[in-house]
């Protein structure tokens, strides 16, 4: 196991409206946004204004994040996506979006048996 396994590595929210949504958290929240190009369009990195670390995101329900399910989306870390997805199958869940690349590794999104979704994500 890495050390990274099980942690949370990231989250994001999938809208229609998604720069809307970044000038909603801009302003109650206090993050910055940055522009994370989709080709035809940005989704966006939520950063810490001193450090400009990114802590989320806020994507459009278009292109490859059109299949996501609304709301925030935890990302856990795991040691192999498609292991953890099987196991999710074999334990009651349900994996609502098969594993794919993303960011230079490997996630998918699954249900968990209370109807609560994650997604796994494996670098």
């Not at 935890?74 to 196991?87: I, Q």
């Not at 994996?95 to 209370?114: K, N, Y």
Request: hydrophobic residues 40%; glycine residues 14%; negative net charge.
């Amino acid at each position: 196991m890495s050390e990274q396994t099980g942690k949370v590595g990231w989250i994001d929210i999938t809208v229609d409206d998604a720069a809307g949504l970044r000038d909603f958290y801009a302003d109650v929240v206090g993050l910055a946004p940055e522009a994370v190009s989709m080709g035809e369009y940005d989704d966006f990195n939520m950063t810490v204004p001193a450090s400009g670390e990114p802590v989320c995101g806020i994507c459009h329900a278009r292109g490859s994040n059109k299949d996501l399910p609304g709301g925030w989306l935890v990302y856990f870390v795991v040691d192999d996506v498609d292991a953890s997805a099987a196991a999710c199958a074999a334990k009651g869940g349900t994996v609502l979006v098969q594993p794919r690349g993303l960011a230079g590794g490997r996630f998918c999104v699954i249900e968990d048996p209370s109807g609560a979704t994650a997604a796994l994500y494996q670098a």
